[in-house]
């Protein structure tokens, strides 16, 4: 079952914003997709990051490199998808063990 967060508005400046869908849902797992947008300005480089839910694991992720620590997920962009131009925007998905839900994402540039 697919859910659809509300939109997020871009951040000011060389910042950037990310929201999340599900894509798809089984027992037992997920597939997830963010949308990581830039500002007013052209970014290079990002970082997202949240909090998995109990039980979540990340298995594979495309489109970005995965690290995690405990129970925070950090993926980084790709060598070929990290310079955005103004509100521009790229995504990354990943498989996840465990229920879906909506994670609150922070997005950083450097």
């Known amino acids: 079952t697919a859910t659809t967060p ?12 990310a929201s ?4 798809n849902s089984w027992s037992g797992g997920f597939q997830g997709e963010v949308t990581v947008r830039a500002g007013g ?3 290079n ?3 997202v990051r949240w909090t998995l839910g109990g039980g979540q694991s990340i298995s594979q992720v495309w489109n970005g490199t995965l690290s995690t620590s405990g129970s925070t ?3 980084r962009n ?18 996840a ?5 909506a994670p609150t994402l922070t997005c950083a540039s450097p």
Do not use: D, K
Request: glycine content about 14%; aromatic content about 10%.
């Open 6 to 17: 509300p939109p997020t508005t871009p951040a000011p400046g060389g910042a950037c914003a």
């Open 20 to 23: 999340y869908r599900t894509v």
């Open 97 to 101: 063990n465990g229920s879906p839900s």
């Open 45 to 47: 480089g990002w970082t």
């Open 78 to 95: 790709a060598p070929y998808n990290g310079s955005l131009p103004a509100s521009g925007s790229t995504t990354f998905g990943f498989i």
């Open 73 to 75: 997920a950090t993926v």
């Open 41 to 43: 300005a052209p970014i």
